[in-house]
T-cell receptor, first 115, second 112 residues
Framework: GAVVSQHPSRVICKSGTSVKIECRSLDFQATTMFWYRQFPKKSLMLMATSNEGSKATYEQGVEKDKFLINHASLTLSTLTVTSAHPEDSSFYIC???????????FGPGTRLTVT | QKEVEQDPGPLSVPEGAIVSLNCTYSNSAFQYFMWYRQYSRKGPELLMYTYSSGNKEDGRFTAQVDKSSKYISLFIRDSQPSDSATYLCAMMRENQGGKLIFGQGTELSVKP
C-alpha cells in the first residue's frame, strides 16, 4: 500500500520558537495533502487542505499565520508551527491522496511538546 | 450537535467475542463511510470503506451503512488481542475535495 512518512516523529521545543514538520508520500504522487491535529482520546480535527502548487485552505478557527503550510511538490508538504506555545502541544498527523480517489493515506504522526 | 457522533468507550471484551462499533451522523449528504484503526501513538489506517448504503465484509470485519437511519456499524468477529486499538469512523461528501469528518473514536481492548 501507499506509504506516507512524517519527520520528526517527536519534537520538544521552547515556547516562542518555530517548528517544521515534514510529510512525504514515498511511493505515489499526492495531489492533495491534509493536516490534522489530535488531542489525547479525541478525534482528528482537520486543520487545512493543501493542493500541490496552491495555497492551503484552512478550516474555520485555524490561524493561517500560525500554522504555515507549504505543498511545494507532489511528494512533500510541510507544516510550520510559528511562535509555538504550550497550548500548541499536540499530535499532528498528515495524510495524502491522489486526484479521483477517496482514500487518504495517513502518516505516523508527530508529537509536538512545547515547554 | 456534532456532525458525527461516536461513543468513545472504552470498550473491553474477552478474546473471541463479537465486537460492535457504531456511529451516527446528522448530514444526509455523506456518501462515503470509512472505518479506521489507530494504534497508540500511530497514524490511522483504513480498515473498511463503503459507498452509500449496504454491507461490506472483509475477513473478520463487516461494515454496515444504514443511510435511512444515519447509522453505521463495524462488526469484528472472533476478536483478538491484536485488535486492541482505537476505531474511528469517518465520512465524506461528494465533491468536497476529500474532506473527512471523523468520529471521536472508540477505544477497544480485547483481553486474552
Amino acid at each position: 500500500g501507499a506509504v506516507v512518512s512524517q519527520h520528526p516523529s517527536r519534537v520538544i521545543c521552547k515556547s516562542g520558537t518555530s517548528v517544521k514538520i515534514e510529510c512525504r508520500s514515498l511511493d505515489f504522487q499526492a495531489t492533495t495533502m491534509f493536516w490534522y491535529r489530535q488531542f489525547p482520546k479525541k478525534s482528528l480535527m482537520l486543520m487545512a487542505t493543501s493542493n500541490e502548487g496552491s495555497k492551503a485552505t484552512y478550516e474555520q478557527g485555524v490561524e493561517k499565520d500560525k500554522f504555515l503550510i507549504n505543498h511545494a511538490s507532489l511528494t512533500l508538504s510541510t507544516l510550520t508551527v510559528t511562535s509555538a506555545h504550550p497550548e500548541d502541544s499536540s499530535f499532528y498527523i498528515c495524510s495524502a491522496s491522489t486526484t479521483g480517489t477517496y482514500e487518504q493515506y495517513f502518516g505516523p504522526g508527530t508529537r509536538l511538546t512545547v515547554t | 450537535q456534532k456532525e458525527v457522533e461516536q461513543d468513545p468507550g472504552p470498550l473491553s471484551v474477552p478474546e473471541g467475542a463479537i465486537v460492535s462499533l457504531n456511529c451516527t451522523y446528522s448530514n444526509s449528504a455523506f456518501q462515503y463511510f470509512m472505518w479506521y484503526r489507530q494504534y497508540s501513538r500511530k497514524g490511522p489506517e483504513l480498515l473498511m470503506y463503503t459507498y452509500s448504503s449496504g454491507n461490506k465484509e472483509d475477513g473478520r470485519f463487516t461494515a454496515q451503512v444504514d443511510k435511512s437511519s444515519k447509522y453505521i456499524s463495524l462488526f469484528i468477529r472472533d476478536s483478538q488481542p491484536s485488535d486492541s486499538a482505537t476505531y474511528l469512523c469517518a465520512m465524506m461528501r461528494e465533491n468536497q475535495g476529500g474532506k473527512l469528518i471523523f468520529g471521536q473514536g472508540t477505544e477497544l481492548s480485547v483481553k486474552p
